[in-house]
Nanobody, 122 residues
């Protein structure tokens, strides 16, 4: 089992930045991928970015260079740096973990955090 705890969400003005963190505990083997998803009110959960243990990354199409995913394997922590935030980025952001390479398929992820709210005001 892997437990995931997100932090770093909050309220920010459009154009601002936030850095989300996801701390993993439990069975944190070296071969798991970590990812970020988000879900806005009334919408389906969508993929944001994923990163493998060796730092291979994939991003959702909407990211357009604004977000950067990274990880610190010594701390079992994954980060999502979000810049140039827009009101459309308002959502609950979830951290997830899966065994295998990085991908953006929601169904691939076995472990999920509780989410952290990001609100971007215009």
């Amino acid at each position: 089992q892997v437990q995931l705890v997100e932090s770093g969400g909050g309220l920010v003005q459009a154009g601002g930045s936030l850095r989300l963190s996801c701390a993993a505990s439990g069975r944190t083997d070296s071969w798991y991928t970590m990812a970020w998803f988000r879900q806005a009110p009334g919408k389906d959960r969508e993929s944001v970015a994923a990163i493998s243990w060796s730092a291979n990354t994939v991003y959702g199409d909407f990211v357009k260079g604004r977000f950067t995913i990274s990880r610190d394997n010594t701390q079992n922590t994954c980060y999502l740096q979000m810049n140039s935030l827009e009101p459309e980025d308002t959502a609950v952001y979830y951290c997830a973990a899966a065994y295998g390479g990085p991908n953006l398929r929601l169904s691939s992820y076995d472990y999920w955090g509780q989410g952290t709210q990001v609100t971007v005001s215009s």
